[in-house]
């Protein structure tokens, strides 16, 4: 699975807002965008940084209780997902401590 990230600009330098409403009416300065195809691996790895960076170290609670959620609804996809997300958590929090070791 590829996940596309796009960040665009107006000419003017300015970042959108990222809503995806349609302005097609209303008249504004032709945008710039630059894509970046990332694979599921590193969408988790990203996510799991900020997650750390959000909540600290909640983060594995957080990303626990998610988990539960996702099982009682019944979505499997997303248990897998956040499961790599728990993963590459866990992976951060061990490089960490073997940091400051």
Same mark, same amino acid.
């Given at each position: 699975m590829n996940i596309v990230m796009r960040s665009c600009e107006n000419v003017t330098g300015a970042v959108a807002a990222g809503s995806y409403m349609d302005y097609s009416s209303i008249r504004r300065p032709p945008r710039k965008c630059a894509s970046m195809y990332a694979t599921l691996d590193d969408a988790t790895a990203i996510y799991a940084r900020a997650c750390r960076a959000w909540y600290g170290k909640r983060a594995p609670g957080v990303? &626990? $209780? $998610?988990? &539960?959620? !996702?099982? $009682?609804? *019944?979505? #499997?996809? *997303? @248990?897998?997902?956040? /499961?790599? @997300?728990?993963?590459? !958590? /866990?992976? !951060?929090? *061990?490089? &960490?401590?073997? #940091?400051?070791a």
């Open positions: 990303v &626990k $209780r $998610r988990i &539960k959620e !996702l099982q $009682r609804a *019944g979505d #499997a996809e *997303g @248990v897998e997902v956040w /499961s790599k @997300v728990a993963q590459q !958590l /866990s992976q !951060l929090q *061990g490089h &960490k401590q073997a #940091a400051t």
